[in-house]
């Protein structure tokens, strides 16, 4: 908090001023090429990366991910 004060002759005032930052998030998912689809081999290992990206204006410190398969 700052305190702005104003004099002019004999007249004086001040005011306390107070700042509120707000963090912005953005989270971004996608991989290295930019493409959502691979080819696979059946029988194979098959590897796909997905990078997590933190796009917003302060860090992210906490997090819990899951990550289901789609029924069959």
């Known amino acids: 908090m700052a305190t702005l004060e104003i004099s ?20 971004a998912l996608g991989t290295s090429t930019g493409r959502l689809n691979t080819s696979v081999t059946a029988g194979e290992d098959n590897h796909f990366a997905l990078i ?14 899951e990550i289901r398969r789609e029924a069959d």
């Open 8 to 27: 002019s002759g004999d007249l004086r005032d001040s005011i306390d001023l107070k700042a509120v930052i707000t963090a912005t998030y953005e989270l």
């Open 52 to 65: 997590l990206a933190n796009q917003g204006s302060d860090a992210i410190e906490f997090m819990v991910g």
